[in-house]
């Protein structure tokens, strides 16, 4: 079992930079996939960005690249989005996801999720 939970999100200006974190715990979230995913209001929830378990991996979706930037730390068990060039268009609630399955951007395939962090971005 893993539990998730995202925090540093806030409201930031246009152009500017925030970087949000997902903390982990369960023993087994250091073999996990993690993902980050956003739900605008009114929209489907999309995938932003992943990386695989060893943390040599990554793969952003072309709306984020080369802005966003996924990492992790494997022995804080957490997992980190730097935000930067931010706009307005990036507003939405930030969801971590993990999973013990291979690399992939699609929704379903996560099965661990966090609860979600605000990110608002002021034109």
């Known amino acids: 079992q893993v539990q998730l939970v995202e925090s540093g999100g806030g409201l930031v200006q246009a152009g500017g930079s925030l970087r949000l974190s997902c903390a982990a715990s369960?023993?087994?979230?250091?073999?996990?996939?993690v993902a980050w995913f956003r739900q605008a209001p009114g929209k489907e929830r999309e995938f932003v960005a992943t990386i695989n378990w060893t943390g040599a991996r990554t793969y952003y979706s072309d709306s984020v690249k080369p802005r966003f930037t996924i990492s992790r730390d494997r022995a804080k068990n957490t997992v980190y989005l730097q935000m930067s060039s931010l706009k307005p268009e990036d507003t939405a609630v930030y969801y971590c996801a993990a999973d013990r399955k291979p690399f992939s951007t699609t929704m379903g395939r996560y099965e661990y999720w966090g609860q979600g962090t605000q990110v608002t971005v002021s034109s």
């Open positions: 369960g023993h087994t979230f250091s073999s996990c996939t």
